[in-house]
């Protein structure tokens, strides 16, 4: 069986078609300047294809998630999730068959590499079983397989290259075919590109750029100059998918539009606005309502004064204001709840919501229906509880410069952080492995090494041997220390925190 999908219109008028079994042989690199229609071309191929293939798509500018709402395409918000986490949902999105949108809009190019990275890793990583072919592709691929060195790190650009390396030379065998954009030629390592029999060439402008695509696509350079002169929209094709001499085609409408469309020229508004200065200029809305990435120099203060302000437990809108002494007793209730859900074996091991669930029901029996956390505070709850930390540190000075920095991290490792920052502050050596991964709700001692490396590279930690072999982790810009200690121990070296005792 073959299955032709249609790209557009040739000049003369005739369907332009693509191969899609070729396709998934041969692998396809589209070339143009910015405008000049790339991710539409992208698009009409997913849409096109999507009946017959499995597809993902490593998506810079979050374009591509308007697919799920026609097609049914997963969108994964890469900023959401760790790297490991992203790597194991590239393994279940093969081992499922589930087409995807990685959208990775609003990280910073060092970060976008790495998850990318990560992501092409699980997909590339899966069992033999699971080598179903699927459309892998990646828009604005330059970013990700750059030619030259820019400013993320050297181990982001491994990463990423390589992980676009193995996309494009060695996906074939694992049915992964390679889809690729990019604006510049010259921008793309030369491997990754160099990897693709089926060529689209958009408007391109640069000689540079002209001259590469004459060289891919077997034509005079001279030749090459008709590239100026396409509209948007318009490709040279080649390649076994495509056509055996280039041909110029026009690629056709798609059912989805991109999310992020170009501006478009509106007509003016046709009432007047009775008084521009007033509203333009009133004055602006308090600043501490903004929400924020990353800590900024004055957040600190915000956070002391939001800490202040906020009571631990928000009663509901319609009741009437609970004296001092009754949220006291309902704190050191809820507390007490959350210390007989977690109390329950393998409590340390139980999904999030699994937790929830059982936490809201008990705090339902102590009479507590109107004051029940909700689940934002009693993740933040448990990972105080997790990493064996008590209320009182709460009021610490120097505690809440910790919880600022642990704020950096993904939710679900900010107990750790505050564990070690625990164990740092008082001079206690540093916890095991094992003891890491448990308050991390995990089995696994590789995750809670590869933790540790993670929160080194976000620079909140490093991390030493000394002569012994035993670990001491210094908290960078805090300076504090923790005493050496063994990573195979098992337990707490120092005392006083089981996590059920000190809430
Ligand atoms: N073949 C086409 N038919 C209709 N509109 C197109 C076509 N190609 C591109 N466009 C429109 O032109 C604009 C730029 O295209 P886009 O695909 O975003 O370019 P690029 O990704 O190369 O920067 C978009 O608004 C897109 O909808
Ligand atoms: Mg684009």
């Known amino acids: 069986m073959t299955v032709a999908i249609e790209m557009g219109q040739t000049i003369a008028g005739a369907v332009a078609a693509m191969d899609l079994e070729e396709l998934l042989a041969t692998r396809l690199l589209v070339q143009g300047n910015s ?40 969108v994964i918000e890469a900023e959401d999730h760790t790297e490991r986490g992203l790597q194991v949902a590239g393994e279940r ?66 990463l990423s290259l390589g992980a676009m390396t193995n996309l494009m030379c060695r996906g074939r065998k694992r049915g992964l075919a390679g889809i690729i954009a990019t604006q510049r030629l010259a921008k793309l390592a030369k491997n990754v590109a160099a990897e693709a029999s089926n060529f689209l060439m958009g408007r391109t402008f640069l000689d540079i750029d002209m001259a590469r695509a004459a060289d891919l696509l077997g034509m005079e ?75 900024a120099p004055d957040l600190l203060e915000q956070l002391r004064a939001a800490k202040a302000a906020a009571p631990e437990i928000r009663p509901e809108p319609f009741e009437l204001p609970a004296s001092a002494e009754e949220l006291a007793d ?6 007490r709840t959350l210390r007989a859900v977690l109390a329950e074996p393998d409590a340390g091991f139980r999904a999030i919501g699994v937790l929830y669930q059982e936490f809201v ?52 490792m900010q107990g750790v952080f505050m564990m070690i920052a625990r164990a740092a502050k008082e001079g206690w050596p540093c916890p095991g492995d094992a003891v890491i991964a448990r308050a991390y709700g995990s089995h696994s001692l590789r995750r809670a090494q590869r933790l540790l490396s993670y929160m080194e590279e976000q620079g909140l930690i490093v991390c030493q041997l000394d002569g012994a072999g035993r670990r001491f982790v210094t908290l960078v810009e805090l300076a504090w220390a923790t005493a050496p200690g063994d990573p195979n121990a098992d337990d707490m070296p120092a005392e006083p ?3 059920a005792a000190s809430l």
Request: glycine share 6%; hydrophobic share 40%; with cysteine.
């Open 35 to 74: 405008g000049s229609g790339k991710s539409h071309l992208l698009r009409r191929l997913l849409e096109q294809s999507a009946p017959w293939v499995q597809q993902a798509i490593i998506d810079p500018e979050g374009d591509f998630v308007t697919l799920a709402e026609h097609f049914g395409h997963l």
């Open 93 to 158: 999105a093969r081992l499922h068959r589930v087409s995807t949108v990685l959208n990775l809009e609003g990280l910073d190019a060092e970060n976008q590499m790495r998850r990318a990275a990560a992501f092409l890793g699980g997909l590339f990583d899966v069992d033999r079983d699971h080598w179903y072919p699927m459309l892998v592709v990646v828009d604005e691929a330059q970013l990700f397989a750059p030619a030259v060195a820019g400013e993320v790190s050297d181990e982001a650009r491994k």
């Open 221 to 295: 350079r001279r030749q090459a100059e008709t590239f100026r002169d396409l509209e948007r929209g318009q490709f040279m094709a080649l390649g076994p998918a495509l056509s055996r001499r280039p041909l110029r085609l026009h690629i056709g409408t798609t059912d989805t539009k991109p999310r992020n469309s170009t501006p478009r020229l509106m007509p003016m508004p046709e009432a007047t606005l009775e008084d521009a200065r007033a509203v333009i200029l009133a004055a602006p809305p308090p600043d501490a309502s903004r929400p924020q990435r990353r800590p």
């Open 330 to 335: 309902r704190r050191e209730r809820v507390d």
């Open 361 to 412: 029901v008990r705090c339902r029996i102590e009479g507590l229906g109107s004051a029940v956390p909700d689940l934002t505070e009693f993740r933040r709850m448990l990972t105080r509880a997790r990493a064996g930390l008590g209320a009182e540190l709460a009021e610490d000075d120097a505690w809440q410069d910790v919880s600022l920095r642990a704020s950096i991290l993904p939710e679900d």
């Open 497 to 499: 925190v089981s996590s």
